[in-house]
């Protein structure tokens, strides 16, 4: 409910959901690890993963899906690899809203530099 609030009390400095960061990623950093995708392009479409699932955590969405269609019936031996990609979901999330935090704070800082001079 804060982030809606926030998005209508100060739309100036709250970054939408699909806004590119405006920021330099290093702001702040002294040195910061870039994320990069495990899962090619050809490999996603090949497991035909529908495009809401193509992102971060593929890798494990498709060793998940693998290890159900080797296993079937007895899916339940494929809990690790569930819970391996329910886990790189959930951080995947934090470290979004985390990304989304820091946007909001540098724009908060900018407007009140701007303000001073």
């Known amino acids: 409910?804060?982030?809606?609030?926030?998005?209508?009390?100060?739309?100036?400095?709250?970054?939408?959901?699909?806004?590119?960061?405006?920021?330099?990623?290093m702001l702040g950093f002294e040195s910061r690890k870039e994320r990069v995708m495990i899962a090619t392009q050809e490999e996603m479409e090949s497991a035909k993963l529908p495009l809401d699932a193509r992102d971060y955590c593929a890798h494990k969405l498709l060793a998940y899906q693998s290890c159900r269609a080797d296993k079937f019936p007895f899916v339940?031996?494929?809990?690790?690899?569930k819970h391996d990609y329910l886990t790189c979901e959930y951080e995947d999330y934090v470290l979004r809203m985390k990304e989304f935090e820091r946007e909001r704070r540098l724009l908060e800082r900018q407007k009140r530099l701007n303000k001073q001079g």
């Open 1 to 25: 409910m804060g982030n809606a609030l926030n998005h209508y009390m100060k739309p100036d400095v709250t970054p939408g959901p699909d806004v590119v960061p405006s920021f330099d990623p």
């Open 76 to 81: 339940y031996q494929c809990a690790h690899e």
